[in-house]
């Protein structure tokens, strides 16, 4: 019977260690052009727009979104436009309950 092991390299995302584009795209199993339509529908932010894709830096959030964005392309066949508007949907449902459990109702 054969062995078989892998490794796994992990990097702790933050402020000191931002998500370069193409480690982003490389995560989520896409491209750079991907992770441009995300920032282009606003599922993930860059600080400067005008700035190459190579330089932009994005953070643990953004690694979360990109990958439910991916999810819901993949389990649902959504195009970026409408991972967009879930996710955003998803967000505010989640904000509201915060705010009912907040306030005691629910």
Known sequence: ???F????????IGVSHPL???ELA????ADTAWVVQLVEVGIVQVT???APPERWEFSSTDL??????RRLERDFGV???AAALI???????RRLKAVLQAHGVG
């Open 79 to 81: 195009n970026l436009d």
């Open 64 to 69: 979360q979104h990109a990958l439910e964005a």
């Open 48 to 50: 400067t727009t005008d």
């Open 20 to 22: 370069a584009a193409n």
């Open 1 to 3: 019977m054969a062995n």
């Open 5 to 12: 092991s892998s490794v796994t390299t992990t990097t702790a």
């Open 26 to 29: 490389h995560a989520c199993g």
């Open 87 to 93: 996710l955003d949907l998803q967000h505010e449902v």
